[in-house]
């Protein structure tokens, strides 16, 4: 199964507590080279890094994100990120920008799994099925 990946999964990996759940999912997909995750994740990771006090934050961030494929953002994956964005404004259910284009860019490589611990943003977009690590088995 191809799964994308979202930010909060890699958070869990990167604090000094290691969530044991995430850390496993993360694991799983290297045998099967089936995890997905977007360069949206990769800049909002890398802020993380670099206000971190640890020197080594950045190694460590980008140790973790190779154990997926990061997918780029282009114009169409913009436009579609804009669209559930505007669409759930609409409907009163607004979440963060860059989890509208985590989303479009998972829909533009048609991965509609997301894992994530912000299943609440992600549930409300229709395109996608949403899962915590614990939901998968881990």
């Known amino acids: 199964m191809r799964l994308f990946v979202d930010t909060s999964i890699f958070v869990d ?3 000094r507590e ?7 999912f993360l694991e799983s997909l290297i045998a099967d080279n089936t995890g997905f995750t977007s ?3 990769v800049a909002e990771l ?8 640890r020197k080594d934050a950045l190694d ?3 140790d973790l994100i190779s154990l997926v494929d990061v997918i780029d953002i282009n114009k169409d994956v913009a436009i579609e990120g804009g669209k559930i964005y505007s669409g759930l404004v609409k409907k009163g259910e ?17 991965v509609n799994k997301i ?18 690590p614990e939901d998968l088995g881990y």
Not at 18 to 24: A, E, K, M, P, T
Not at 94 to 110: F, K, M, R, V, Y
Not at 115 to 132: A, D, L, Q, Y
């Open 13 to 15: 990996c990167l604090r």
């Open 18 to 24: 290691v969530v044991n759940s995430s850390r496993l």
């Open 39 to 41: 360069a949206i994740t």
């Open 46 to 53: 890398s802020v993380g890094a670099h206000l971190s006090k």
């Open 60 to 62: 460590k961030t980008l």
């Open 94 to 110: 607004t979440i963060e920008l860059n989890d509208c284009l985590i989303s479009a860019t998972s829909i533009s490589q048609g």
């Open 115 to 132: 894992v994530t611990r912000n299943v609440n943003h992600f549930e409300r977009i229709k395109e996608i099925e949403v899962f915590t």
